[in-house]
């Protein structure tokens, strides 16, 4: 396990930065841990303050690669009678803690967790048990708060548009980066991430009070963007 990066984790430090998203979808050829470490160390040669990445096969294949990365690190598993696949439970954080990540995301709604995990514990326990940071992902201004209040030192938007409350709204969450700058503590990092596909897109994000940026389908999803673009000429 590297050493946590403190410094590069606090919110002055994210401020105005990129994380890229480095995923591919099951099936994709380049759901491979050398693809997706050559795609995570591009973005970071080019000027991103870090990476997302999803299972510890991927995180641990960046870590190996890329070394001083910052890696925000989850991983997608979906249990029956719950609708949380983002890092559900304490098996999954702390299997992505283990792999090499420096903030574990997880999803931070206020949903049903498999096996009747609540997030205040599993949060409480990642903080003692392991010093891991975590970054909340949540789709509403009160479980943004709520995950800041549990102890997440990130919150971001990527659940917006993505849960059963939300699924008749479109990200990027403009309209939650204002009220939860406003209502979040000062010290907790606000990420904007989900729906941001052009960099004028980015630019607003951090101009309506976001500290980063998180992007993902807009430069790593080459299955997605070429699908639609198929779609399109077709």
């Known amino acids: 396990m590297p050493p946590e990066p403190s410094s590069s984790l606090e919110r002055a430090a994210l401020k105005g930065g990129l994380i890229v998203s480095v995923q591919a979808p099951e099936g994709s050829p ?3 841990p050398d693809v997706i ?15 997302r990445l999803e299972s510890p096969e991927h995180i641990g294949a960046v870590r190996r690669r890329c070394p001083g990365a910052l890696i925000v690190g989850l991983w997608k598993r979906s249990f029956e009678g719950s609708p949380i696949y983002i890092t559900p439970g304490w098996e999954e954080i702390r299997a992505v803690w283990a792999a090499g990540a ?13 096996e009747g995990q609540q997030l205040g514990a599993l949060i409480e326990r990642a903080r003692e048990e392991l010093g891991a940071p975590l970054m909340g992902d949540i789709d509403s ?9 549990l102890g997440c030192r990130w919150v971001g938007t990527t659940l917006y548009g993505y ?14 980066l204002a009220p939860l700058r406003q209502g979040l503590p000062g010290d907790v990092a606000l990420i904007c991430e989900g729906g941001i596909s052009d960099a004028d897109q980015a630019v607003r994000a951090l ?6 940026v998180v992007v993902g389908t807009a430069i790593t999803g080459v299955d997605l963007q070429v699908a639609a673009y198929v779609r399109a000429l077709g």
């Open 207 to 212: 101009a309506e009070g976001a500290d980063a």
């Open 163 to 176: 849960t059963e409350a939300t699924s008749g709204l479109k990200p990027p969450g403009w309209g939650l």
């Open 37 to 51: 470490a050559a795609m995570a160390e591009a973005s970071l040669a080019n000027g991103a303050i870090g990476v």
């Open 141 to 149: 201004l009160a479980s943004g708060l709520r995950a800041a209040e």
């Open 102 to 114: 420096d903030v574990v995301a997880l999803d931070a709604t206020e949903r049903h967790r498999p």
């Open 30 to 32: 380049l759901r491979d």
